[in-house]
């Protein structure tokens, strides 16, 4: 009779679960039907995810949506004058001439209500406590932090580096869109957000671009990837030729056909007017480049300087 009354019990849970898992999976389409004719924070969305919580509240689609609506909006873009030919890496949406037929720049800017910001960002972060190795809310995370800092990404970066300390002590199976992933697709991941400070072009931004980077090489010394980084912070944000040097050779020294640490050993070179320097690494380029152009461009200037 225990048997009996054990396997009943064991039938009626994965019954709850499957009708569980079909009521979640019939929300995600019918939000997905309704988000493409009205946007994620259009007329009836908040409607379905009120029914959708009610009757799966701990569904992490749902409360990604959620904070998808709450983040939409939030959000208000207006065009903007900026004394600046680039502005958050953007080029202007619009140039016009003023009186004196000077250029006027105008780009596009986003600006945030912090009551709406601060709803999207609950709904994100109780996805991640319930699903902490669902590495796609994660990212969701920093990419919303991302764009409402703007010039001055200080959450992003922290938000950043403690994803990394977790990565490094826990080992997690990382998921994004239920697919697993390997160590090298994460540190590609982490490689974009560095790019996007980088972008960005403010020192603040700099600043996380190049501690990011380091809290990367903390973990693996030998991260070209990020050594590279390292020596791009010392050439662009800081001028200083030496030091990016430094790392530039680091790189060199593990990756001799590493591109874009050759590149920029050409541009050192030119830039101290080193010729021999140059010289030296000039038919590296001509062998990895794919680019032709740069190929003709890099053997005739070699010629030019024997």
């Known amino acids: 009779m225990k048997r009996i009354i054990l396997a009943f019990s064991l039938l009626l ?34 409607t379905l995810l009120d029914r959708w919580e009610a009757a799966s509240p701990d569904d992490p689609d749902m409360l990604k949506a959620r904070s998808d609506y709450y983040l939409d909006k939030s959000r208000t873009v207006k065009l903007v004058i900026k004394d600046a030919e680039r502005y958050l890496g953007q080029k202007p949406y619009l140039t016009l001439k003023d009186s004196l037929d000077r250029d006027v720049n105008y780009f596009e800017e986003s600006f945030y209500d912090d009551s709406l910001f601060a709803l999207s960002s609950q709904a994100i ?50 998921t994004i869109d239920g697919r697993t992933i390997d160590a090298q697709t994460f540190e590609a991941a982490i490689q974009e957000y560095c790019f ?40 662009i944000a800081k001028d200083d030729s030496k030091k990016a040097m430094k790392y530039y050779r680091k ?23 080193n010729t021999s320097l140059e010289k030296k690494y000039l038919p590296v380029l001509v062998k990895i480049s794919d680019d032709e152009r740069e190929k003709a461009s890099a053997l005739t200037r070699l010629q030019a300087l024997k």
């Open 251 to 273: 790189v060199l020294k593990l990756d001799p056909e590493n591109y874009t640490a050759v590149k920029n050993c050409i541009i050192l070179a030119r830039k101290e007017k």
């Open 196 to 235: 996007a400070f980088y972008a960005i072009g403010s020192p603040a931004s700099y600043e996380a671009f190049l501690r990011l980077s380091e809290k990367m090489l903390g973990n693996d010394p030998k991260s070209t990837l990020f050594l590279t980084n390292v020596g791009t912070y010392w050439l």
């Open 13 to 46: 849970t994965c019954l709850a679960a499957l009708n569980a898992q079909s009521v979640s999976e019939d929300f995600r389409t019918r939000y997905q039907n309704l988000i493409k004719h009205v946007g994620v924070s259009g007329l009836g969305v908040e």
């Open 125 to 174: 972060d109780k996805a991640i406590r319930l699903y902490p190795d669902r590495l796609d809310l994660r990212f969701d995370k920093v990419t919303a932090l991302t764009a409402y800092e703007k010039d001055s990404p200080d959450m992003a970066y922290s938000a950043l580096s403690g994803l990394i300390d977790y990565n490094a002590v826990a080992h997690p199976s990382w």
